[in-house]
């Protein structure tokens, strides 16, 4: 049969339970405290362990987690013994890695349990060559370095859950985590890359944070990239001819480091939302850098999924469902931004403000789906048109507007025509298959000087629109 350790502090129950044992025909080796029990295995690992839950000293928990941390004993299985079966016990017991949690009134159960654990062959690494001899002051000082381990690993995920109180964006999220992580870890990078999944909305598929030393950037991105998988933006993506700095082998990059990085999937629930990595000083990378690596990516998929959540509620409040532009309110509340930041980067600025010509037709005689087709196809060509320092927005019902920073009175007549134009050439298709056309009045108003408001910007720009209709439509007209 099998070898069993079996651990309590009271002779009696020893007693009962060592007989019932060895009536099975198992051999039992005894002993009245954890500290002597941890001794004996780690010396001889036994088939399994029989322990009282609560002894004085090192309880039964306790000398569980040390027997779970040493290679020498992990693999032994532990059940953990009870005077009473009240759920707090239950769990601590399952969380300390026990096999089995028996009541110590279950006698039959237990022997049952013993039985079904060393009857049938386990798979289990080969014997010791040479055991570890341990003393009760090793013992006491292991389990000590264990609890420590175990505190200062609890304070880390709980400092990495907090993020989430602070996942408003993205990029603070990881300036917070790798001020975390370089306060307690020496590395060349650590890099976080987030799935479509973390941030459904956004443009590129995956987003890449690096921390490193500023002198590393160019190589620790390249490695980065490289480990997760992440190809450079397209505008980076066909390097000058005899760029040398490119790495296309990712053996080149091991080469150049002893120590590959480690990399880890991060998860919420069974989906993958991202992956995180860090990159070993050249001494490599010791356990607790493993360790923290693996802390980070248990614990980041909370905080990750927050941010995305965040920015989905900030998106989904700034953004016209119908078209995808800004709303109203976020066209003025960006423009007040960039304006807060720096007037120069909006000055000399024009107002495009437009209405797309007899859309209520559209509407009694099309339907609304095919109204809806058609800003859409409206809002696409704009899009299409603006530059990235501009602002587009659907301002309301069947109107749109334009903002041209740093673009004074007759550029942005050019640029007024050029929308009108192109909303004009372009087709709509719509949900019937069929194609339609359309014609916008467009309202143009400039602002010269660092003086001016956006509310006077806007209403120069709307009496200039219906100027523009009862002109005829389908024109520009200047405020």
Request: net charge neutral; aromatic share 4%.
């Amino acid at each position: 049969m099998a070898r069993i350790l079996l651990v309590d502090d009271s002779a009696s129950a020893r007693a009962l339970l060592g007989a019932r044992l060895r009536e099975k025909g198992h051999t039992v080796d005894e002993a009245a405290h954890a500290a002597d029990a941890a001794e004996m295995a780690l010396g001889s690992p036994p088939d399994a362990v029989v322990t009282d839950l609560f002894m004085p000293g090192i309880s039964g928990l306790q000398l569980c987690r040390l027997l779970r941390a040493e290679p020498a004993t992990a693999h032994v299985p532990v059940v953990l013994l009870t005077a009473s079966d009240d759920r707090r016990s239950r769990f601590w017991a399952r969380n300390a890695g026990a096999t089995a949690y028996v009541t110590k009134t279950e006698i039959d159960r237990l022997t049952q349990v013993l039985g079904d654990l060393t009857s049938s062959p386990m798979t289990r690494p080969p014997p010791t060559q040479n055991p570890q001899v341990v003393t009760r002051g090793n013992v006491q000082e292991r389990l000590s370095q264990l609890l420590d381990a175990s505190l200062f690993e609890s304070t880390i995920a709980g400092e990495v859950r907090a993020l989430s109180q602070k996942a408003e964006e993205l990029e603070q999220l990881f300036a917070d985590l790798a001020a975390l992580a370089s306060d307690v870890a020496g590395y060349r990078w650590l890099a976080l890359a987030t799935d479509a999944v973390a941030a459904p909305h956004v443009v590129h598929k995956t987003r890449l944070f690096i921390h490193t030393h500023p002198d590393l950037r160019d190589a620790a991105e390249r490695e980065a990239r490289d480990a997760l998988e992440v190809p450079p933006p397209p505008e980076r993506r066909k390097p000058a001819e005899g760029d040398a700095h490119v790495i296309t082998d990712k053996r080149a990059v091991e080469a150049e480091w002893s120590t590959p990085p480690i990399l880890l999937p991060i998860r919420f629930g069974t989906t993958s939302i991202g992956q995180v990595a860090i990159a070993p000083s050249r001494r490599g990378a010791s356990h607790d850098d493993r360790r923290l690596i693996a802390i980070l990516a248990s614990e980041l998929g909370g905080p990750l999924r927050m941010a995305a959540l965040v920015a989905e509620a900030r998106r989904l409040a700034s953004t016209d469902t119908l078209t995808g532009l800004l709303n109203r309110r976020a066209f003025v509340e960006r423009i007040d931004k960039a304006r807060a930041a720096s007037d120069k980067q909006l000055f000399p600025i024009s107002v495009l403000l437009l209405d797309v010509d007899h859309f209520k037709k559209v509407n009694d005689t099309l339907g609304h789906d095919a109204g809806d087709a058609v800003l859409q196809g409206v809002a696409r060509t704009l899009t299409s048109i603006a530059r990235k320092s501009d602002f587009v927005a659907r301002w309301g019902g069947e109107e749109f507007v334009l903002a041209l920073t740093m673009t004074a009175e007759a550029g942005a007549r050019v640029a007024a025509e050029r929308v009108r134009r192109a909303i004009a050439d372009s087709k709509y298709v719509l949900p019937s298959g069929a194609e339609h056309r359309a014609t916008a009045s467009v309202g143009l108003a400039s602002a010269e000087g660092p003086d001016w408001q956006l509310d006077d910007l806007l209403g120069r720009a709307d009496k200039a629109m219906y100027s523009a209709k009862h002109r005829g439509r389908n024109r520009v007209e200047t405020a």
